[in-house]
Each structure stands twice: as structure tokens, then as C-alpha cells.
């Protein structure tokens, strides 16, 4: 691809490319000789394309190990994460209206919770350890009798820190409270066993598994009390919960993507291990560098650093060809440091030299040695020295 050519890409927490076997079984649901038929309509191409629909539902199901039934399709995990929260809180409040999650949580998180903090709900931010995971003692105790729903996520999306949503979730189900998980950054990477993870509601995306952009589900747990009330209004699809008309091209597309993830999960980690592995060696030995979050507690799709003593918008426009992120994607055209670093306990001036480089499937030994190269000799040079002297 041309317009790659000169570019490293970094960046495959913010967005993957679709795979090509992904983009093939789209294409056949969207041109006039293909299967564009209205799922909604009740004519035979109608209840083809709900057909396709059906069989992508079982994709993603099977990945999870969880029932069809279980999954509402959305445009994307930020709408999965206003419907699971701002839907449970609202489908819970004559029960209590207390709340608990953790600030280094997505924006699409944090805003919902924002919102309902202005609706009088009362909400606990907690925050993680320096390490970036949970006290579970903590959470312990922010737990009261009025608590409906706690919201916390499984990979974080800067620090790629895995949080044990397991004991998270039975500390959950041992007060009588809901879970909420944002897994965008898991979702057919990690293992995730709906049949035994005791979570109620999870949010999920396509992007960020090498299927399209536009597209993402919320689980919903088949057990009393876990319900959400809708957020959109309309034709009536999906029970209610989600109408609008169900854009089968991009639910297939999500379906094919969640089927190739699972059969690659543990090569997938591999691959992705040994990148991270190749790029934390390249440059670990660099004075005044250190990863943001404990490296053993993360994803290895992720590796987030920061260095003293340089300035955050001088080391990416030194960095140039390189495609990577500073903080996170939603916040790098502020200037404000990482809300989420902060959360770690990084000071401003850490916190604002952040790159989060994250690799994915398409991602080679020369890119990382690229990104070596290019991280070193961008230290060096902001700090007035040779490479060599940098090292
Ligand atoms: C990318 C991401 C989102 C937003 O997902 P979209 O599908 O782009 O709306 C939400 N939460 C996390 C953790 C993410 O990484």
C-alpha cells in the first residue's frame, strides 16, 4: 500500500486493519448482486440477510461461549458503554442510585458516568495502584447496599493493564451489585468465557479485532435484574432494546473477524509478545525511561513508556514517521497530560512524554527495530547528544 509506505504504524489500539477474508464476506452483502436485502423485510432476500445476521450472531457468540440471544449490536463500543451504563443505571434507580468505577476508564465510560452524576446519581472513582491494577480491597469497601452497578474495564486502552474482571465479578455478585466490563481492548484476544465469568453487561467493538469500523455489541447476562432500558427509539429491532435497521454487512464482517480471532487467539499473543518483548529490549536500557503500568500485569499488545526530562510534543514530531499514540487517541489533540497516567500517579511531565506503541497481526521484527531506531535517536537528539551518548 502506498500510502503506508513510509509510515511504521504503530497504533493498533486505536484501530486494525480489516482482514481481507473479513472485507470479502462484507463486500457480498452490500452490490446489487449480492444479499443487500432489508433484514427487517419479510420477503426471501429479507430473511436471507437475517440469515447471514444469524450466523454472525453465532460467530461471536461462539468466541465467547455465550448464547446469541445474549448479544445487542450497536455502532461501536462507545454506544455499548452509554446503553450498558446509562441503560442499567436508569433500569436500577428506584433500587439505589450509587455507582462505582474507576478513573482510568475510556471517556466513553467516564462521560456516561459524568452524565448521571448530574441526574443525582452518586458515583465512586476509584483509583488504580501505581501498577495500574485494582485493590480489590478497595472496591470492597466502596461497595454499600444502595451500589447497582460498577463499571470496569478488562485491558485498559493506554497502559494495556488486564484488570482481574474474575474476583472483580464475584466481589460484584456477592453484594447483589451488576458488572459492567469494557472489552473493547480484549475481545478476541484474551480468553473470555461468558458461561463462567460471572459479568452481567460487556461491551465490545470490531475495530480493534481487524473487522470494520461502525459496528460493536453489548452482552447482556440472561439473568433476572440485568436488564437496560433502550437509549434509541424506532422500528423496534433487537427487542426493543436497540432499533434501527440492522446493518448486516457490518455485523458479518464482525462475525467473520470474531471467528479468525478465536482460531489465532494464542498465535495472535505470541506474535505480539515477542514484539513487545523486541521493543521493551531495544530501548529499556535508555536513562530515565519506564513503562507506565506494571509490564507483567499487561496486555502485550501494548506497551506504554515514558521518559524524563523530554517534552511530550517535541519527542512525536521527532518521532514523525512513526504512528503511535501519546496518552490515548481521544486526547491527543489536548495538551492536558493522560487523565489515565495521572490516575497511575505519574507526574504532569511523565505523563506527557507517553508513547503508547501497540502492535498488531501485520506488524514485523523491522518495524520494531524501526521504532527503536527512531525512539533513541529522537531522545538523543532532544537531549542535545549522540545516540550513542543517549544509550
Ligand atoms: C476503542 C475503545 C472504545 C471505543 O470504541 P468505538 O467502537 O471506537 O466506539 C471504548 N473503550 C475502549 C477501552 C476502547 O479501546
Not at 453465532?58 to 441503560?87: F, K, R, V, Y
Request: hydrophobic fraction near 40%; aromatic fraction near 6%; glycine fraction near 8%.
Amino acid at each position: 500500500m502506498t500510502e503506508r509506505a513510509n509510515l511504521v504504524y504503530l497504533d493498533y489500539a486505536a484501530s486494525t486493519p480489516v482482514d481481507p477474508w473479513v472485507a470479502e464476506a462484507m463486500a457480498a452483502l452490500m452490490t446489487a448482486d449480492g444479499n443487500y436485502a432489508n433484514p427487517s423485510s419479510t420477503h426471501i432476500a429479507g430473511r436471507r440477510s437475517v440469515e447471514h445476521i444469524e450466523h454472525a450472531t453465532g460467530q461471536l457468540a461462539g468466541l465467547l461461549n455465550t448464547a446469541p440471544e445474549c448479544l445487542i449490536w450497536t455502532s461501536g463500543a462507545t454506544e455499548s458503554d452509554n446503553l450498558a451504563i446509562l441503560g442499567a443505571a436508569h433500569y436500577r434507580q428506584d433500587r439505589g442510585r450509587h455507582l462505582v468505577t474507576m478513573r482510568t476508564e475510556h471517556k466513553a465510560v467516564t462521560d456516561p458516568f459524568k452524565a448521571l452524576q448530574k441526574q443525582s446519581f452518586d458515583v465512586t472513582w476509584l483509583d488504580p495502584e501505581a501498577d495500574g491494577l485494582l485493590d480489590l480491597a478497595k472496591l470492597k469497601a466502596a461497595l454499600r447496599s444502595d451500589t447497582q452497578l460498577v463499571s470496569i474495564m478488562h485491558v485498559n486502552n493506554e497502559t494495556g493493564i488486564i484488570q482481574d474482571i474474575r474476583r472483580i465479578g464475584e466481589l460484584c455478585r456477592e453484594h447483589g451489585c451488576l458488572l459492567h466490563v469494557d472489552a473493547a481492548q480484549s475481545v478476541g484476544k484474551l480468553p473470555i468465557d461468558l458461561a463462567t465469568l460471572p459479568l452481567d453487561l460487556m461491551s465490545m467493538t470490531a475495530h480493534k479485532v481487524y473487522g470494520p469500523k461502525g459496528i460493536g455489541a453489548l452482552y447482556i447476562a440472561p439473568r433476572p435484574g440485568v436488564h437496560v432500558e433502550p437509549l434509541l427509539f424506532g422500528g423496534g429491532q433487537q427487542r426493543k432494546l436497540r432499533p434501527g435497521t440492522l446493518p448486516a454487512q457490518q455485523i458479518v464482517g464482525f462475525g467473520a473477524a470474531a471467528a479468525i480471532a478465536q482460531s489465532r487467539m494464542s498465535d495472535d499473543f505470541r506474535h505480539l509478545s515477542a514484539m513487545r518483548e523486541r521493543l521493551w529490549s531495544g530501548i529499556r536500557d535508555i536513562p530515565g525511561i519506564s513503562t507506565n503500568g506494571a509490564i507483567e500485569s499487561a496486555f502485550p499488545g501494548i506497551l506504554n513508556v515514558s521518559i524524563e526530562d523530554i517534552e511530550g510534543e517535541s519527542l512525536l514530531l521527532a518521532l514523525e514517521p512513526l504512528c503511535v499514540a501519546t496518552g490515548s487517541a481521544c486526547n491527543s489533540k489536548t495538551q492536558e497530560p493522560s487523565y489515565v497516567l495521572r490516575a497511575l500517579g505519574r507526574s504532569d511531565e511523565l505523563a506527557q512524554s507517553a508513547i503508547r506503541f501497540s502492535f498488531g497481526r501485520p506488524t514485523r521484527p523491522q518495524d520494531i527495530d524501526l521504532a527503536i531506531d527512531l525512539y533513541r535517536n529522537a531522545v538523543a537528539r532532544l537531549r542535545g547528544m549522540s545516540p550513542e551518548r543517549a544509550a
